[in-house]
């Protein structure tokens, strides 16, 4: 278990799954949701770790992402193991920026008129932003943008990133995206 | 001389004091040797206890966030187990039982930020370097298939299949049910030229 400052630049084999590269794109949406500033602070927390080989601008960033096939413009085949890992500490790196908003929407002692605001607002944002970049035309896509069946799935991704932040944030997300 | 650590995440605390191991030559400001630890959670029983309570809460907790990440609730630790650990209704259940006899076991539930926080705590105990002993720790790692479809409910699971086998027995019926051709012998038309007419 390392810090996020120490793992730059990542060198370990990780070759994610379909399902796996769908979830990373997922959580970098929920990152963009959560901080209004998103891409550009992924950018900004790229250089910073030390990622400007993998992302040296916005451009090398969303094409990364664009591995994920459920993208309106998606790219085919794997990604590669160094981008995807510089993708992983990305996220963690941007989990521990946002962990007090993180903490925030899954408390259970936050007053619930706020709670619930808090929700709407993120998902709101978060279909927008579904809608916007992914193939509507896809079940998948569809099932996203539904309301009542997409509600646990978002919950579970917001925890994910909340348990991502840390320490050994890197190594929890790395064994979730790999699950099969 | 003893030391003391404390690791602190919004509404959790856990504080760590012990010695630095002489013998082995450890300099001072290191714990080489664990007396007692301390978990404070915000508004909670306080939970401490020895060495073997701590690594305990490491080898469930570690393991239970990795299964919780996938949307899996596994009860972790058994009955001899010092600490427990399973998902109730308003949170995580978290068990401490004491080595000494009669004494009831103390439970704590918190809810997924406080979690979080704990987590986070136990991740800085296992990566600061003036902790000098060597904790049993679970590697994270990618759950199988197997160990994801228990969560699927068995009707969702079994629905395709089920599915699948009624529709080829009701198409197989079906086609059963129609009635078969007749066979007409061609030398009994050639024969009977008023039956090969009616045929037409």
Same mark, same amino acid.
């Given at each position: 278990?390392?810090?996020?400052?120490?793992?730059?630049?990542?060198?370990?084999?990780?070759?994610?799954?379909?399902?796996?590269?769908?979830?990373?794109?997922?959580?970098?949406?929920?990152?963009?949701?959560?901080?209004?500033?998103?891409?550009?602070?992924?950018?900004?927390?790229?250089?910073?770790?030390?990622?400007?080989?993998?992302?040296?601008?916005?451009?090398?960033?969303?094409?990364?992402?664009?591995?994920?096939?459920?993208?309106?413009?998606?790219?085919?085949?794997?990604?590669?193991?160094?981008?995807?890992?510089?993708?992983?500490?990305?996220?963690?790196?941007?989990?521990?920026?946002?962990?007090?908003?993180?903490?925030?929407?899954?408390?259970?002692?936050?007053?619930?008129?706020?709670?619930?605001?808090?929700?709407?607002?993120?998902?709101?944002?978060?279909?927008?932003?579904?809608?916007?970049?992914?193939?509507?035309?896809?079940?998948?896509?569809?099932?996203?943008?539904?309301?009542?069946?997409?509600?646990?799935?978002?919950?579970?991704?917001?925890?994910?990133?909340?348990?991502?932040?840390?320490?050994?944030?890197?190594?929890?997300?790395?064994?979730?995206?790999?699950?099969? | 001389?003893?030391?003391?650590?404390?690791?602190?995440?919004?509404?959790?605390?856990?504080?760590?004091?012990? /010695?630095?191991?002489?013998? *082995?030559?450890?300099? @001072?400001? &290191? !714990?080489?040797? %664990?007396? =007692?630890?301390? /978990?404070?959670?915000?508004? *909670?029983?306080?939970? @401490?206890? &020895? !060495?073997?309570? %701590?690594? =305990?809460?490491?080898?469930?907790?570690?393991?239970?966030?990795?299964?919780?990440?996938?949307?899996?609730?596994?009860?972790?630790?058994?009955?001899?187990?010092?600490?427990?650990?399973?998902?109730?209704?308003?949170?995580?259940?978290?068990?401490?039982?004491?080595?000494?006899?009669?004494?009831?076991?103390?439970?704590?539930?918190?809810?997924?930020?406080?979690?979080?926080?704990?987590?986070?705590?136990?991740?800085?105990?296992?990566?600061?370097?003036?902790?000098?002993?060597?904790?049993?720790?679970?590697?994270?790692?990618?759950?199988?298939?197997?160990?994801?479809?228990?969560?699927?409910?068995?009707?969702?699971?079994?629905?395709?299949?089920?599915?699948?086998?009624?529709?080829?027995?009701?198409?197989?019926?079906?086609?059963?049910?129609?009635?078969?051709?007749?066979?007409?012998?061609?030398?009994?038309?050639?024969?009977?030229?008023?039956?090969?007419?009616?045929?037409?």
């Amino acid at each position: 278990m390392t810090y996020l400052a120490d793992q730059s630049p990542p060198s370990s084999k990780t070759v994610l799954g379909r399902r796996g590269l769908e979830r990373l794109d997922l959580l970098l949406l929920v990152v963009e949701a959560l901080d209004l500033n998103g891409s550009q602070g992924m950018l900004w927390t790229s250089n910073k770790l030390g990622l400007q080989a993998q992302f040296p601008n916005h451009v090398e960033l969303w094409k990364s992402r664009c591995h994920n096939p459920l993208r309106k413009a998606n790219r085919r085949g794997p990604i590669d193991s160094t981008e995807s890992e510089a993708l992983i500490l990305l996220i963690c790196s941007m989990a521990e920026r946002l962990y007090p908003s993180l903490r925030q929407l899954i408390s259970s002692n936050e007053p619930s008129k706020q709670q619930q605001d808090r929700w709407n607002m993120f998902f709101e944002r978060l279909l927008d932003l579904i809608g916007e970049r992914f193939n509507n035309r896809r079940g998948a896509v569809q099932k996203l943008l539904n309301l009542e069946s997409t509600d646990a799935l978002i919950r579970q991704l917001i925890v994910t990133l909340a348990f991502s932040a840390g320490a050994g944030g890197v190594d929890r997300l790395r064994a979730y995206l790999l699950d099969t | 001389m003893k030391v003391q650590f404390r690791y602190e995440h919004n509404t959790a605390q856990l504080n760590l004091e012990g /010695l630095p191991d002489k013998s *082995l030559g450890q300099s @001072e400001n &290191k !714990i080489g040797i %664990l007396s =007692s630890w301390q /978990l404070k959670l915000v508004n *909670l029983p306080l939970l @401490e206890g &020895k !060495i073997e309570h %701590l690594q =305990s809460l490491i080898s469930v907790i570690l393991p239970y966030s990795r299964y919780y990440m996938s949307g899996i609730e596994r009860h972790m630790g058994d009955s001899k187990s010092p600490i427990n650990i399973c998902t109730s209704n308003s949170g995580h259940k978290i068990t401490l039982r004491s080595s000494q006899e009669g004494v009831e076991p103390l439970e704590v539930t918190i809810d997924d930020a406080r979690f979080a926080d704990l987590l986070r705590c136990i991740d800085d105990v296992l990566i600061d370097e003036r902790i000098l002993i060597k904790w049993k720790v679970p590697e994270y790692l990618p759950l199988k298939y197997s160990e994801k479809i228990n969560k699927i409910p068995v009707t969702i699971r079994l629905a395709a299949p089920i599915l699948g086998v009624s529709t080829l027995l009701l198409f197989a019926g079906f086609y059963l049910s129609l009635p078969a051709p007749e066979l007409i012998d061609k030398t009994e038309l050639k024969e009977d030229p008023n039956l090969s007419s009616k045929l037409k």
